[in-house]
C-alpha cells in the first residue's frame, strides 16, 4: 500500500520502482536503468534517492550547508573569547575578537607567510569580522549561489566556491607579504566575500560559454560596482575580492566544471571533499593554536595591543 502524497519527499526513503529524473541531465528514467538513455551516466537514480536528492532543491542544500556553517563558526568565535567581542560602530558591531579569529583560522600574510599556516586560506573563508559582514555575505552568497548551481550543478557550485575562497586569500596574502604597504595586502583576512565573487567569475564564464552577453554584462558590472564599493568602504580585502574573481572565472573554464554539461559522480565526490577539506582546516587551525600556544608569541602580543 502506498498513499505517500507524491509532492513530500521523504530524505530516508529509497525509490525501488516507477521512475524519477536522471540526477544529472533530469530526463525521466526508470529507477532500475543502469545507464541514463539521455546523457549515459551511469546509475541515473542514485540508487533511487535521485528524487529525495533533487527534493533538496537545485543546488542539493550546498548553500544552507555554507550558510549555516558561516552562522555556526560566527557564534563559534564570539563565544570562544565573549569578554573581548567588540563594538565599535556599526562596522564592528558584534565583533569577535582578534584572538578568536585566529584561533579559528583567519589568513592573510600573519597567519600564512609568518608562522606557516598555510591551510587558512580555506578557513578563513568561512570566519566573519561582526554582524553587518556576516548578514550582508550571507545574503549575497544565497542569491548567487542558487544562480551558479542551476547554471553549472550543485556539486560544481561548491567546487568553484572553495577554489575562489582559496585563491583570495593567496591574493591578500601574498599582497600583504610582498607589495608595499600602501597597495593594502591583508596581515589578517576573513569572510565569505572572496568566494562570493568567485561565483560572479563563474557567472562571467557563463555568460561566455552560452554567448549570452546579457548575463556576461550583468555579471561584470555587478563585480565592477561591489569592487568599487569594497575600495571605498574601510577595511575592506580588495584582494581577496580580486583574487576570487579570478579562482572563480578560471576554474569555470577546466573541462568537467564548464557550466550546462551533466554532472557525474566526480563533481558530487568533490564537492564534498571539499567540504570535508573545509572542515579539516578549521580542525587544523584549532589543534594547531593550542599545540604551538602561539597566542603567547611576540608577534601575536603586538597585535593585541592596545593601538
Ligand atoms: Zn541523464
Given amino acids: 500500500m502506498n498513499n505517500q502524497n507524491p509532492n513530500t519527499i521523504n530524505m530516508f526513503k529509497r525509490q525501488t520502482s516507477g521512475t524519477c529524473a536522471c540526477i544529472s541531465c533530469r530526463q525521466l528514467i526508470s529507477v532500475s536503468d543502469p545507464i541514463c538513455p539521455g546523457c549515459s551516466r551511469k546509475n541515473p537514480s542514485l540508487w533511487g534517492y535521485s528524487r529525495a536528492v533533487r527534493g533538496l532543491g ?63 586560506v580555506l578557513s578563513a573563508g568561512w570566519l566573519h569580522g561582526g554582524l553587518l559582514h556576516i548578514a550582508f555575505n550571507m545574503a549575497w552568497l544565497n542569491t548567487l549561489a542558487l544562480q551558479v548551481a542551476a547554471a553549472f550543478g550543485a556539486g560544481r557550485l561548491v567546487i568553484i566556491y572553495t577554489i575562489a575562497i582559496i585563491s583570495g586569500f593567496l591574493a591578500s596574502s601574498l599582497a600583504g607579504e610582498f607589495l608595499p604597504a600602501s597597495l593594502h595586502g591583508a596581515a589578517t583576512a576573513i569572510g565569505a566575500s572572496g568566494g562570493i565573487f568567485g561565483l560572479l567569475g563563474a557567472v562571467v564564464a557563463y555568460g561566455q560559454t552560452t554567448k549570452d552577453s546579457a548575463v556576461k554584462q550583468e555579471a561584470w558590472m555587478l563585480a565592477i560596482v561591489m569592487f568599487v564599493i569594497g575600495v571605498i568602504t574601510p577595511q575592506v580585502d580588495n584582494w581577496g575580492h580580486f583574487g576570487g574573481f579570478i579562482g572563480g572565472y578560471l576554474i569555470s573554464k577546466v573541462p568537467g566544471i564548464v557550466p550546462c554539461r551533466p554532472e557525474g559522480l566526480e563533481q558530487l565526490g568533490l564537492a564534498i571533499g571539499s567540504l570535508v577539506l573545509t572542515l579539516l582546516s578549521i580542525l587544523m587551525a584549532i589543534a594547531h593554536a593550542y599545540t604551538l600556544n602561539f597566542f603567547d608569541l611576540p608577534a601575536f602580543r603586538a597585535l593585541l595591543a592596545p593601538n
Avoid at 549555516?68 to 573581548?84: F, N, Q
Avoid at 578568536?100 to 599556516?117: K, N, Q
Fill in 58 to 120: 537545485v543546488d542539493f542544500g550546498f548553500t544552507k550547508i555554507i550558510i549555516w556553517g558561516c552562522v555556526t563558526l560566527y557564534l563559534a568565535t564570539l563565544l570562544a573569547d565573549l569578554e573581548h567581542i567588540k563594538n565599535n560602530g556599526i562596522f564592528n558591531l558584534l565583533s569577535p575578537s582578534i584572538r578568536s579569529i585566529w584561533l579559528f583560522g583567519a589568513s592573510g600574510s600573519l597567519p600564512v607567510f609568518d608562522r606557516g599556516c598555510w591551510w587558512t
